[in-house]
């Protein structure tokens, strides 16, 4: 644990190489982008009044149990976790337990939508009124277009009432409008806020047709792009079907579920329903910070493998029954120019099977939509409707002599083991400023007597860096312990925020050097003293690049013997934590500075006293304590 502490994995790379783009890279150095905003339409969907004659086109088109699913109120702050535990290298939650991950198999049980069928796959459109007059009857005011997309609330105004004596043609046409308004607000709800593209319109021409579909591997291939997005550092918003997100969540992990006054063992279908009601647990103090410590701190017993085991198996319609072999297939998942791998390989204890290591996953180029009108994305999508094709050709197996042990040592290699820091940024400035200190005792007070010129150069460059990050840490702490990063987060409009602040403008170089005894600190830890005079500042190089992105800059060689000088301001006042003095000789050390979210940390006692005993390289050596390093 004590590793974990400065280190949140990865370890190895060679899975998770999208780290430095992913959120929890962010969280890890302070910058909170707080809940995300969740898009989802669905609040409206009841205010469609559908015939009997538009009810039996729904179920033909093979959405008969999608529209049976209520507006479910969505926990920002739990979706949002979530994604910070989603990594788009393999699509899968990264848990503390192993990998997990919304399949086929809980998109059939959750929605009811077929995950066997067709590719939903089509022509593109940068217009909306050609395919509108076709296929609704009229075509939307340019208000209500943006290049191929049509706003929800249109539909909703000119369909959402079909007459009963309506004549056939003009109820196809309602019903379309329907169909289109129920997949652009559930399962295909995107950042737009209100808008759905009328590509899926030409699927809905044949109601019969549009049931051979997989609308719900379409459906899962759209949240997982969706959530990809979402978990990069730079996005603030997430799409997609989220009431299956987040009722997959409710029914594999006890962590923000409800607690419903239900029979788990008669639950209708499809089983989102589950939830519909009111929730009689308060959720009001359930903010990100504690699903995402819920999650960091997830055990095997607060999952559920196998939810829907004990699920009357009555209840589930035959043509569901008959597909769910195709929830264990190894493929990719298509709508339109979405192409995402699904893996169950890497999921197999949600089948019932012993977690194996599974195989590498092949990086894939996901592809955007065509901006072209009438753009048929089938050519361009070949080896990806080839292996949806196969779909049922790679059907993974378990293996019953696997030993998980061997799968939880190689997952906690490559896998991010924590969001959150385990220590808060102002306990862990605390903690390496006291090891500064000490280090720098030693620096300061070890014998030179007996050195080479090599040895003396090494303990000056300690006494440098040592100084220089104790010097930089002063006025970082002054900041993390006025800004509270996670305990103590102001709330603006719902969301967490946290603010930071820099640590200063740069010393100038022309600026005079100034020093005064500092009030704070023991005189048996550190000397001060004031210095002044001119310097040569084109000998102050030490490195040619960045160590653990801090700066450094180094007196020259004729150093060696130099008492060494660092400049701070606290409050206006300058001061000075220098070195023992050697000799008369008097070099002053370039100010640098240093961002609030990066530490150095101080080397262990022994391997600095050692310097007198053995010889020491120049600045290839690191003293290294867990896994910060000083160049020295």
């Not at 992913?22 to 890890?28: I, L, Y």
């Not at 809980?106 to 050609?130: F, K, R, S, W």
């Not at 500075?593 to 006692?605: F, L, N, T």
């Amino acid at each position: 644990m004590d590793f974990y502490v400065t280190n949140p994995g990865p370890i190895d790379e060679s899975v998770l190489y999208d780290q430095d783009k992913h959120v929890s890279s962010a969280v890890w150095e302070g910058q909170e982008r707080g809940a995300l905003r969740c898009h989802e339409h669905t609040s409206k969907l009841d205010q469609w009044a559908l015939t009997p004659k538009q009810l039996e086109l729904v179920h033909k088109a093979g959405f008969g149990y999608l529209r049976l699913i209520p507006a479910i109120s969505l926990d920002n702050p739990l979706i949002s976790a979530l994604v910070e535990r989603w990594r788009r290298e393999t699509n899968t939650f990264h848990l503390n337990v192993g990998e997990m991950t919304v399949t086929l198999e809980d998109v059939a049980y959750l929605l009811g939508l077929a995950i066997d069928g067709e590719p939903v796959m089509g022509v593109t459109y940068t217009t909306c009124d050609t395919v509108c007059e076709k296929l609704l009857g009229k075509a939307p005011d340019s208000g209500y277009t943006s290049g191929g997309m049509v706003k929800l609330s249109w539909l909703k105004e000119s369909f959402s009432h079909c007459p009963e004596d309506a004549p056939m043609e003009e109820i196809e046409c309602h019903t379309r409008a329907y169909l289109l308004y129920l997949v652009g607000s559930t399962i295909f709800s995107t950042t737009t806020g209100n808008k759905v593209p009328v590509m899926y319109l030409p699927l809905f021409e044949n109601f019969d047709q549009a049931g051979t579909y997989a609308w719900g591997a379409a459906a899962l291939s759209f949240l997982y792009r969706a959530l990809g997005n979402a978990s990069l550092k730079s996005q603030s918003t997430v799409s997609g079907c989220l009431t299956l997100l987040q009722c997959w969540s409710y029914y594999h992990l006890d962590i923000g579920r409800p607690k419903l006054n239900q029979d788990p063992f008669h639950v209708p279908f499809p089983l989102v329903l589950r939830w519909k009601g009111k929730q009689s647990a308060p959720t009001a103090n359930r903010d990100l910070m504690f699903y995402r410590k819920a999650l960091d701190s997830l055990k095997s017993c607060d999952v559920e493998w196998l939810p829907y085991i004990n699920i009357d198996n009555r209840i589930i319609p035959e043509d569901i029954k008959s597909s769910l072999i195709v929830g264990r297939s190894k493929t990719m998942l298509i709508c339109f120019d979405k192409a995402e791998r699904h893996l169950p390989d890497r999921c197999l204890r949600q089948y019932g099977m012993n977690q194996s290591i599974p195989e590498d996953v092949q990086q894939w180029e996901r592809k955007s939509r065509g901006v072209d009108g009438g753009v048929d994305l089938s050519g361009k999508m070949e080896l990806e409707l080839n292996e949806w094709l196969d779909r049922r050709l790679n059907i993974v197996e378990g293996d019953e002599g696997v030993e998980e042990s061997e799968y939880m040592q190689w997952y906690m290699k490559i896998t991010r083991r924590f969001v959150g820091r385990l220590l808060p940024l102002s306990s862990e400035f605390q903690r390496m400023h006291a090891a500064l200190r000490d280090i720098a005792h030693i620096a300061d007070t070890v014998s030179t007597q007996g050195m080479d010129s090599q040895q003396m150069e090494s303990v000056t460059r300690i006494r440098y860096i040592v100084h220089e990050c104790l010097r930089d840490q002063v006025g970082t702490s002054m900041l993390v312990s006025g800004i509270p990063q996670v305990e103590h987060r102001k709330r603006i409009r719902g969301k967490e925020r946290v603010r930071r602040k820099s640590i200063g403008k740069r010393k100038r170089k022309d600026d005079p050097v100034q020093c005064q005894a500092t009030s704070e600190g023991d005189p048996d830890q550190s000397q001060l003293c004031s210095a002044a005079g001119a310097i040569d500042y084109s000998q102050l190089c030490l490195t040619d690049g960045e160590v653990d992105d801090l700066q450094l800059c180094h007196a020259g060689s004729a150093g060696v013997d130099a008492q060494l000088h660092t400049t701070i301001e606290v409050d206006g006042t300058p001061l000075c934590l220098p070195t023992d003095e050697v000799d008369d000789t008097e070099t002053c050390i370039g100010v640098t500075e240093v961002d609030d979210s990066q530490v150095c940390h101080a080397a262990m006692k022994d391997e600095v006293q050692a310097v007198s005993q053995s010889p020491l390289e120049t600045s290839e050596d690191v003293v290294q304590h867990n896994s910060y390093s000083i160049v020295v």
